[in-house]
């Protein structure tokens, strides 16, 4: 189980808007994520990478990027997360697109892509990508397989670093927004 956590105090609502997602009485919404985040990011992102399904984040790379994550908040605790990270003029990358087991199937990872597009599209690029194992997931929402050889910023100063380089057995996917 991961370390969930139970928020204090109101937290405040981004300057991209507050995400809310009605379910009847429970409040949960998908909003941008504060330092006092950082820790459960992090704890999550790592719990599911245990499973290989995402590379592994440290905290000071979560601090670094923390201005890229969005947060899925449900009755106070975080429950999932997903990060825009701008790479060149007019692309962007989805990352670490985490949801608690407890969680998946409801349509939580899908509200977590599309928040990362329209903050996208709000800075005025108009492709987004990722690499994944979960092809059937993304193509789900618009994105197609692409070759790696498009996205050479991403190749060379991300990808090089990573232990599965180069047998890396993700997919790279594209959408135009």
Known sequence: MYC?????EPLP???YGDYSLSNKNI?????????SDAVYIQELINGIAKTGQVLP??????YENLRDFFVYEKEGRIYGCSALHITWENLAEIRSLVVHDSCRGRG???ELVDVCC?????FGINKVFLLTEKTVFFGKFGFEPVDK???PHKIWSDCVQCIHFPNCQETAMMKNI
């Open 118 to 122: 329209k903050e996208a599209k709000e």
């Open 149 to 151: 050889s498009l996205l």
């Open 13 to 15: 609502v981004s300057c």
């Open 27 to 35: 409040i949960h919404k998908i909003r941008k994520s504060v330092v």
């Open 57 to 62: 984040r440290s905290l000071n790379n979560i």
């Open 108 to 110: 939580i990872g899908r």
């Open 4 to 8: 969930l956590r139970l928020v204090r």
